[in-house]
C-alpha cells in the first residue's frame, strides 16, 4: 500500500516542482505560478499524512521499532520551531521557551519530532492571525512534561 499511495504523490510533487521552479521555462501567468505551488504544497501534506498514517500502521501492529538514544529535547524544539516558523507565514508567532536547566531524555528521536511537528502544525493551524505559539519542555520530579501552547 505504501508503494501505491508514495510513488503517484512523488511525480505530483516532482512535476509541481519542476513547474514552481519553471525548468523548462516561464508558467507565464502569476495565477498558474499560484495553483502549481498549491499543488505543491497539497501534495507534500498529503505524502505526510499518509506517512503518518502507515506509521500508525506499523505501530498498532507491533511492527515499529523503537531505537531509545539519549538527547536534548531542547534542541529538537528549536529545530522544529525553525522549520515551522515558514508554515507560521509571518501572522503567527512561533517561540521556544527554553529550560532553565539542560535537559537529557531517554526516546526514539524519531517518534518525539513527529509528535513535537504533529503539535506544533496544529497549534499553527488552528490559531488567529497575530496568534502565539510557544513550545516548551520541563524537568518534572519524576519525568519530563513536554507543552505547546497556542492561542
Known amino acids: 500500500m505504501s508503494y501505491e499511495l508514495r510513488t503517484p504523490l512523488n511525480v505530483i510533487i516532482g512535476f509541481s516542482e519542476a513547474m514552481k521552479s519553471e525548468l523548462f521555462g516561464p ?40 531505537e531509545d538514544e539519549s538527547f536534548d529535547p531542547y534542541l529538537e524544539i528549536e529545530n522544529s520551531v525553525r522549520l515551522y516558523r515558514g508554515k507560521a507565514d509571518k501572522k503567527i508567532e512561533l517561540r521556544p521557551i527554553a ?3 539542560s535537559i537529557s531524555m531517554m526516546a526514539d528521536v524519531r517518534c518525539f519530532k513527529q509528535i513535537l511537528a504533529n503539535l506544533v502544525t496544529n497549534a499553527i493551524k ?26
Open 99 to 101: 529550560a532553565k536547566s
Open 27 to 66: 508558467l507565464g501567468n502569476d495565477r498558474y505560478r499560484e495553483y502549481t505551488q498549491d499543488a505543491h504544497e497539497s501534495g507534500i501534506h498529503f505524502l505526510e499524512l499518509i506517512s503518518d498514517i502507515l506509521d500508525l500502521s506499523k505501530i498498532e501492529a507491533g511492527k515499529q521499532d523503537m
Open 126 to 151: 488552528f490559531s488567529k492571525s497575530r496568534g502565539v505559539v510557544l513550545v516548551a519542555i520541563s524537568k518534572l520530579e519524576n519525568g519530563l512534561c513536554l507543552s505547546v501552547e497556542d492561542t
